[in-house]
C-alpha cells in the first residue's frame, strides 16, 4: 500500500466530540482535508453552525448534533444521529472535556463530578455505544482519546486542578485497558496529550502563566492551529493500523523538560 493510501481517510465517518470550535475543530477539519465525512457534536447548536459553515467553505462535509455529553443518556441518540445519516462510525475522537480551579482542600463536590462525569464517564459510555453499534460488529475502528500532559503529572505551579489533571491520567490507563480488551475487533485505541493549546478552556490560565509555560517548553512556543492535524491524522488512519494502545504528546517537549 502505498505511503498516500495509508494516510488517506477517503469514505470513512469520523464523529468529533468537542467539535465545534478549538482543538476539536481543528482534528475534524484534518480529517475532512483527508478525505473523512464528519459528525461533530457540542452543547450549543450556534456554535455547531458556525463550525458547520467553516468546514463547507472547505469543502468538507459536517454532520451537526447538539447535546450535552455530560448528560449520559443523551449519548445513544447522538451516536444514533450519526449512524442514521452515514450507516457507520470509522473514527472516533473523544475530545470533549471541562476543567474546573480551585484548591484540593476547598474543591467543590459539584466541580468534581462535573470533571469527573464529561472527562470520562461520557468517554467510556460514548466508545461503549459506538463499539457495540458501529465498530465491533464491522470488525474496525479507530478510537483516539484526547487527555492532556496534565495527566502525566500533577499540578504545575499555579494550577489547582486536582479533577482535571486526575480525570486525564484515567484517561490514559482508560485507552490501554480499551486497546487491550478491543484489539480482538481490529479496534485501534491511543491517545493524544496536548500541552498547552490556545483555547476558551486554557485562557486565564495562560494569561497567568503563558510567559513561564513557553519558557519552560523546549521548542519555546505554544501549540498552534495546524499542531494536532497531522497527529489525528495519523492516528486515525491505517497508517497508525499497528499502533495501540499508546499515548502521543503533542506539547513542544514540555512533558520532557
Known sequence: MSVERLFSLAGKIALITGGSRGLGLQMAQAMGEMGARVA???????????????????????????????????????VDAVLDRYGAIDILVNNAGATWAAPAEDYPLEAWRKVMSLNIDAMFFMSQRVGKKAMIPRRSGKIINIASIAGLSGNPPGMNTIAYNSSKGAVLNFTRALAAEWGKYNINVNAICPGFFPSRMSQRVLENIGAEVIAATPLGRLGGEDDLKGTAVFLASEASRHITGQTLAVDGGASIA
Open 40 to 78: 461533530i457534536t457540542a452543547r450549543k447548536q450556534a456554535e455547531l453552525d458556525q463550525a458547520a459553515a467553516h468546514l463547507g467553505r472547505l469543502g468538507i462535509e459536517a454532520l451537526t448534533v447538539a447535546g450535552d455529553l455530560a448528560e449520559l443518556d443523551t449519548i445513544p441518540g447522538m
